[in-house]
C-alpha cells in the first residue's frame, strides 16, 4: 500500500455567521486548505473528494457533498457525503486515506461543514436528536448531555472524579481556543465560571458543554507519488484506525469509557507503530468536559480512573507534557458537527508544519486527532507525524 | 348465582392540593367537604391510573393478566373521545387477545355500568373472571366548583362466581335531568348549570330510586356514595337510606375529592379493604341515573388499595402540572420516530419484554438485532423481566433541556431523572439494561445504585396521539 501524506488544511472561523451559507464556509475552508499547500494547488489536481456533513439548518440534502464541491470548482470530480454524526469528517479524512492508499486517487479531498446557528433552539433540539440511540433513549427522556452526564456520574462514582476535574477542561481548552483566531468562544474562562454555570445536565454545566457552531474545514491528502510536487516537508499519515459501536449507551457493557475509541486508537497506534507516549500533542473529542477526560484513558494518556488526575496535573495544558486540544478543542473553538473531524486534523497540520502562532507546540512532530460520533456510536483515530519523526519513536504498544 | 368480588387495587396520585390553596388563590373554594384533593401528575391520566389500579388489583389477586378474560375500562374522561383505550389498558396489563373487553364512559356512572357488565358477563357464564377498572380525573373551569371539586383516582376489582365479597343485590334507575353535568363534544372540561335544588332533585331521585329497587332493605356499614363534593353524599342518605356515618365511614371525597366515574369504585374498595362486612355502594351519573350495589363481605378480600401519600402542591404548581400556564410541544422535526415503529416496540413499553438469545442466553433489549454477547442473529425468545431493578447510571435533566418531545412535559412537570436501570429476567436468570425516565419523585431520589420498579406512564404527545410506557419510580426499602 502506498504512503498518504497530509499537504494542506484549513478551515474557516466557528460560530454563528448569519451572512454565511454552507456553501460560502466551505468556499473559505476550501480556500485556506489550498492557500496552505506550500507549493501550492491547482483545483484540477483534485481526483476525489469526501464532505462530512449531517445537515444543513436542520435539512437533509440529498447531494450535499455535490453542491459544495461544485460550488468551489470542482466539477466533475468524485464526490461523497460521509455521515457519522459528529465524526462524519473524521471518517471523511480516513476515507481520503483510503483512496489514496488503495491507488484509486493521488489528491483527495476531505472536508466537512455544518450550518446549526439558523434554526430555533427547539428545532435544533430536535436535530440533535438524530445523532443519538432515537427509539430508546431519546425517548426516555435523554438528551446528548444527558447521556455523557450519564456516564461522567458513573465515572465520578467509580472512580472519584470531581466536578472540579471536569471544569478544568473547559477552563484548559478556553485558555488555548483565546489563542486560536477562529475559535467560536475565543475567551478565557475561569474556575469559577465553570463551576457556578447553570447545570445543563447533572453533573454537567454550561461551561461542560460545547457551542452550537456554523463552520467548514478540508484537509488535502496526496500520495507518495505525488507528494513532493506539493511539499518538500510533508507530514505522513502514519496510522489511521476506527471503530464502531452500539448506539445507545445503556447497551454497552461500560458507561466510563468509549470502546469505540479504544478500538480505534489502538487500531491507529499499530499502524503508526507508536503508542500514546509518543505523540506530542493531541485534539480529542471533548463535546462535553467528561468526554475530554474519557479520551485520556481510551486513548491511553492515562490508564483508567486517572484522567481527573491528569487535567488537575498540568500535564494536558498548552504548556504541559502533552498538550490536548491546543486550537480550544470543541469547548472554545467550537463543534460545527460535519466540520469538527477535518478541523482537527486542521490544527494537527497547523502544529506540525509550526503555522500554530501563539498556541505552537515546540517542537511537535508527531500528533493524534480523536472524533467521536454521537456518544461513542462512532470513533476515528489519525496519527500524524512529520517525516523523519518516525526515527524518533519508541515503538511503544498501544 | 350471585358474582363475587375477590380482590380490590386502589390508587390515587401522589400530589394533593389543599382546599387553602385555592382559597389563597380564588379568595373562594366552591367544592364544600373538601380539605384536600388529589391532582394527577402531568405524565398521568385515567387510562395510566387504570393501569395502576389494575396492576395492583391483579397482584392482590396473585394473578397475571392472563388470567383475565374479560376487561372493562371506565372513566367518564378517558384521554380520547374516540379510541377503544380498553385495548391499549389490555396490551399494558398482558390481558390475552382472546378476552372480552370494553370501555364504559359518557357520565361519572361508567364505573358501575362496567361492575354491572362484567356481573352480567359471569352470570351469563361469557367469562370466568372479570378485571373492572375505574379511573378518572375531572377538569372544570379554573374558576368553577367542578375544577374546585376534581380529584383524581382510579379502583380495580377482580371479579368471579364465588368469592369472599358477594354482591347480592342490584338495581338500577333512570331518569333525564339534562344540564345536571356534562361536557361537551370536544371540550376538555366538565360543566353543570348550577340549578341547585334541580341538581339536588336529580341526585336523589336516582339514587333513591336505585336504592328503592333492591329486593331487600339495605343495611349497610358502610356506605360508598357518588361524591362530586363532600356534601352531596350525606343529602342522599336518606334516599339511600343510609345513615352519614356509613358514609362517612370510608369516604374519599374529603381527601381525594370528585372521582367521578372512579368516585363510588374507590370508596367500596376502601370500605372492602377496611374490613367493613356490609357496603351498599350507589353512583349517580351525568344525565342522570344510578346503580346500586349490595356487597356482603363473608371473608377477607385481598386488598391493594393505599391512599395515602401525598406531596402537597401550591395552586401555581396545580396550574403548571395541569398544563394550563404552559405551551405546547416545540415546532421542528428529525429524528421522528413513526407510530408504526413505535407500536412494534409496545411489548417492551408496556410489559418490559427482553429477549433471551436461543444460542448463548444472554439477554437483549429490545430484543432486536444480533445478540449483544454473541453476535447471532437468530430470533430471540421473549423474556419478561422484572419490574424491580437497579440505577447503574443517573442524570437530571434540567429546565429547558428535554428532548422535544418531553419540553412540554418539563415545562409541567419540571427537572426530571434520566437513568439507566438493570432489569432481571423475571425468571431470575440474566440482566438487560433500559433506558427510563424517572417519575413520582424529585430527581434527586434517584441516585445510581437505588431500587426502583416500573410503572406505566404518559411519555409524549405527538400529532395528537399519546405515546405511554414505562417509567421507574424509586421503591421505598
Request: proline residues 5%; charged residues 20%; hydrophobic residues 40%.
Amino acid at each position: 500500500m502506498r504512503e498518504a501524506y497530509l499537504v494542506g488544511a484549513g478551515q474557516s472561523s466557528y460560530g454563528a455567521f448569519p451572512e454565511e451559507s454552507y456553501r460560502s464556509l466551505f468556499r473559505t475552508a476550501f480556500e485556506a486548505t489550498a492557500e496552505s499547500v506550500p507549493k501550492g494547488l491547482e483545483p484540477d489536481e483534485i481526483d476525489e473528494a469526501v464532505v462530512g456533513t449531517l445537515g444543513v439548518g436542520g435539512r437533509q440534502l440529498g447531494l450535499s457533498g455535490p453542491a459544495v464541491t461544485e460550488h468551489v470548482g470542482l466539477h466533475g470530480v468524485p464526490c461523497t457525503r460521509v455521515e457519522n454524526a459528529c465524526a462524519a469528517s473524521g471518517y471523511a479524512v480516513r476515507q481520503a486515506v483510503q483512496a489514496v492508499r488503495s491507488g484509486m486517487a493521488d489528491v483527495v479531498l476531505a472536508g466537512g461543514f455544518e450550518v446549526m446557528s439558523d434554526t430555533s433552539a427547539d428545532a435544533t433540539k430536535y436535530w440533535l436528536g438524530v445523532s443519538g440511540e432515537t427509539e430508546w433513549e431519546r425517548l426516555s427522556g435523554t438528551t446528548f448531555s444527558g447521556t455523557y452526564a450519564q456516564m461522567a456520574s458513573v465515572h465520578m462514582r467509580e472512580y472519584g472524579t470531581t466536578r472540579e476535574q471536569l471544569s478544568r477542561v473547559a477552563v484548559k481548552n478556553h485558555a488555548n481556543g483565546a489563542k486560536n483566531p477562529h475559535a467560536q468562544l475565543g475567551f478565557e474562562c475561569s474556575l469559577e465560571d465553570a463551576e457556578s454555570a447553570p447545570v445543563v445536565a447533572d453533573p454537567l454545566t454550561l461551561y461542560h458543554c460545547c457551542p452550537t457552531s456554523d463552520g467548514a474545514a478540508c484537509a488535502l491528502i496526496a500520495s507518495e507519488d505525488v507528494v513532493s510536487e506539493y511539499t518538500d516537508d510533508p507530514i505522513r499519515v502514519a496510522g489511521v484506525g476506527a471503530g464502531s459501536d452500539r448506539v445507545g449507551l445503556f447497551q454497552r457493557e461500560d458507561y466510563a469509557s468509549i470502546p469505540a475509541s479504544q478500538r480505534a486508537a489502538e487500531a491507529a497506534y499499530e499502524m503508526a507503530g507508536v503508542g500514546p507516549d509518543d505523540v506530542d500533542f493531541a485534539e480529542v473529542h471533548d463535546c462535553f468536559s467528561i468526554a475530554e477526560l474519557l479520551a485520556y484513558e481510551d486513548l491511553g494518556f492515562c490508564e483508567r480512573g486517572e484522567a481527573g488526575e491528569l487535567v488537575e496535573s498540568g500535564y494536558t495544558e498548552l504548556e504541559g507534557d502533552l498538550p490536548v486540544n491546543t486550537s480550544g478543542g470543541l469547548k472554545s473553538k467550537g463543534h460545527p458537527i460535519g466540520a469538527t473531524g477535518a478541523g482537527q486534523v486542521v490544527e494537527a497540520f497547523k502544529q506540525l508544519s509550526g503555522t500554530a502562532g501563539d498556541r505552537q507546540v515546540e517542537g511537535a512532530s508527531r500528533g493524534l486527532t480523536h472524533n467521536v460520533g454521537g456518544s461513542g456510536g462512532a470513533a476515528v483515530v489519525h496519527v500524524f507525524e512529520r517525516a523523519g519523526a518516525a526515527d524518533s519513536s519508541t515503538g511503544v504498544d498501544a | 348465582m350471585s358474582p363475587a368480588i375477590t380482590a380490590v387495587g386502589a390508587y390515587a396520585p401522589r400530589f394533593r392540593i389543599s382546599a387553602e390553596a385555592f382559597r389563597e388563590a380564588w379568595g373562594q373554594f366552591q367544592a364544600s367537604g373538601i380539605s384536600e384533593k388529589a391532582v394527577p401528575a402531568a405524565d398521568e391520566d385515567a387510562l395510566t391510573m387504570a393501569y395502576e389500579a389494575g396492576r395492583r388489583a391483579l397482584e392482590a389477586a396473585d394473578l397475571e393478566g392472563e388470567g383475565v378474560d374479560w376487561l372493562a375500562f371506565a372513566s367518564s374522561r378517558p384521554p380520547l373521545a374516540e379510541e377503544d383505550l380498553s385495548a391499549r389498558l389490555r396490551a399494558m396489563l398482558a390481558v390475552p387477545r382472546t378476552a372480552t373487553d370494553h370501555v364504559f364512559t359518557g357520565s361519572t356512572r361508567a364505573g358501575t355500568r362496567a361492575l354491572w357488565a362484567g356481573m352480567d358477563a359471569l352470570e351469563a357464564a361469557r367469562a370466568e373472571r372479570v378485571l373492572v377498572v375505574a379511573a378518572d380525573a375531572p377538569r372544570g373551569e379554573p374558576d368553577d366548583g367542578v375544577d374546585h371539586a376534581a380529584g383524581a383516582g382510579a379502583a380495580a376489582f377482580v371479579l368471579e362466581r364465588d368469592g369472599p365479597a358477594t354482591i347480592t343485590d342490584r338495581a338500577e334507575y333512570g331518569a333525564p335531568y339534562p344540564g345536571t353535568r356534562f361536557r361537551e363534544s370536544g371540550r376538555e372540561t366538565t360543566e353543570g348549570l348550577g340549578v341547585t335544588g334541580y341538581d339536588r332533585a336529580a341526585f336523589t331521585e336516582t339514587i333513591g330510586g336505585a336504592v328503592a329497587g333492591l329486593e331487600a332493605d339495605p343495611d349497610p356499614d358502610a356506605a360508598a356514595i357518588q361524591a362530586p363534593d363532600g356534601k352531596l353524599p350525606y343529602r342522599a342518605a336518606g334516599a339511600a337510606g343510609v345513615s352519614t356515618d356509613a358514609i362517612q365511614a370510608s369516604a374519599t371525597v374529603h381527601d381525594l375529592g370528585d372521582l367521578g366515574a372512579a368516585s363510588v369504585p374507590v370508596t367500596l374498595a376502601r370500605a372492602l379493604a377496611d374490613g367493613h362486612r356490609s357496603v351498599l355502594a350507589v353512583s349517580h351519573g351525568s344525565g342522570a341515573g344510578a346503580d346500586a350495589l349490595v356487597v356482603e363481605r363473608s371473608d377477607e378480600v385481598s386488598a391493594s388499595v393505599d391512599l395515602e401519600v401525598g406531596d402537597s402542591l401550591s395552586y401555581a404548581e396545580y396550574l403548571r402540572q395541569r398544563g394550563v400556564i404552559t405551551s405546547g410541544p416545540p415546532a421542528g422535526g428529525g429524528a421522528y420516530v413513526s407510530l408504526p415503529s413505535w407500536k412494534r416496540s409496545l411489548p417492551q413499553r408496556y410489559r418490559l419484554e427482553a429477549g433471551r438469545c436461543p444460542d448463548c442466553g444472554s439477554l437483549a433489549f429490545p430484543p432486536e438485532g444480533a445478540c449483544p454477547d454473541c453476535g447471532s442473529l437468530t430470533e430471540y425468545e421473549s423474556t419478561p423481566l422484572s419490574r424491580t431493578g437497579t440505577l447503574e447510571a443517573a442524570t437530571t435533566i434540567s429546565q429547558g433541556g428535554a428532548p422535544p418531545e418531553f419540553a412540554p412535559l418539563q415545562s409541567r412537570a419540571g427537572d426530571y431523572a434520566a437513568v439507566i436501570v438493570a432489569f432481571g429476567a423475571a425468571n431470575g436468570d440474566g440482566v438487560a439494561r433500559v433506558p427510563a425516565m424517572g417519575t413520582d419523585a424529585a430527581p434527586e431520589a434517584f441516585g445510581a445504585g437505588a431500587p426502583v420498579e416500573a410503572t406505566i406512564r404518559r411519555l409524549y404527545t405527538q400529532e395528537g396521539v399519546t405515546r405511554y410506557g414505562f417509567k421507574v419510580r424509586p421503591v421505598s426499602e
